[in-house]
T-cell receptor, first 114, second 118 residues
């Protein structure tokens, strides 16, 4: 079945540091890939997405590129802020068939210190 | 953008009582809604898929008689936790898929409901 593997956290960075959160996936065909963010006590918010190979999703300074050859979708940000502290989930949905089950990674907690 | 709301945001109940959680798509129609459960410091676990006008499809290991799901309209799905017990305490999140969306379309998530069973 489909699966998503994320680097374990927590990740602790100083403000303005460079962020990378690794994500790799296993799926048949060409899934859509997502990064969601969850702030403390809240639900999930879509951060960015990519629906086909070589697409780059970007939002709020975060970027991730859909790499089919390495089955990866790593999240990056050049300069993190304290307000970026949250849990980040990598996820995928299949692009075939009618059942749109989302497969989530286990989440990576990011803590940014001033 | 597509907005999904949940009500209540927090609920505390006594053991043995039932609790209903509502999930609404505010500005779009959703043929399919999903219910997830999240334990502390863990990822989301899909509980069931709710299709408007038909019975929900439950994931393996989820008790359908305990977690009753009703998707009566294209904008509302409800999850009722029956005879709640402390082990049912969790964060419940719903999501909705846009009607007519392309295959692989994203799901829009509600803000979650924190259930505490005493």
């Amino acid at each position: 079945g489909d699966s998503v593997t994320q680097m374990e956290g927590p990740v602790t960075l100083s403000e303005e540091a460079f962020l990378t959160i690794n994500c790799t996936y296993t799926a048949t065909g060409y899934p859509s890939l997502f990064w969601y963010v969850q702030y403390p006590g809240e639900g999930l918010q879509l951060l960015l997405k990519a629906t086909k190979a070589d697409d780059k999703g970007s939002n709020k300074g975060f970027e991730a590129t859909y790499r089919k050859e390495t089955t990866s979708f790593h999240l990056e940000k050049g300069s993190v802020q304290v307000s970026d502290s949250a849990v980040y989930f990598c996820a995928l949905t299949p692009n075939s068939g009618g059942y749109q089950k989302v497969t989530f990674g286990t989440g990576t907690k990011l803590q940014v210190i001033p | 953008g597509a907005v999904v709301s949940q009500h209540p945001s927090r609920v505390i109940c006594k053991s043995g009582t039932s609790v209903k959680i509502e999930c609404r798509s505010l500005d779009f129609q959703a043929t399919t809604m999903f219910w997830y459960r999240q334990f502390p410091k863990q990822s989301l676990m899909l509980m069931a898929t709710s299709n408007e006008g038909s019975k929900a499809t439950y994931e393996q290991g989820v008790e359908k008689d305990k977690f009753l799901i009703n998707h009566a309209s294209l904008t509302l799905s409800t999850l009722t936790v029956t005879s709640a017990h402390p082990e049912d305490s969790s964060f419940y999140i719903c999501s909705a898929r846009v009607l007519g969306g392309a295959v692989g379309n994203e799901q829009f998530f509600g803000p979650g409901t924190r259930l505490t069973v005493l």
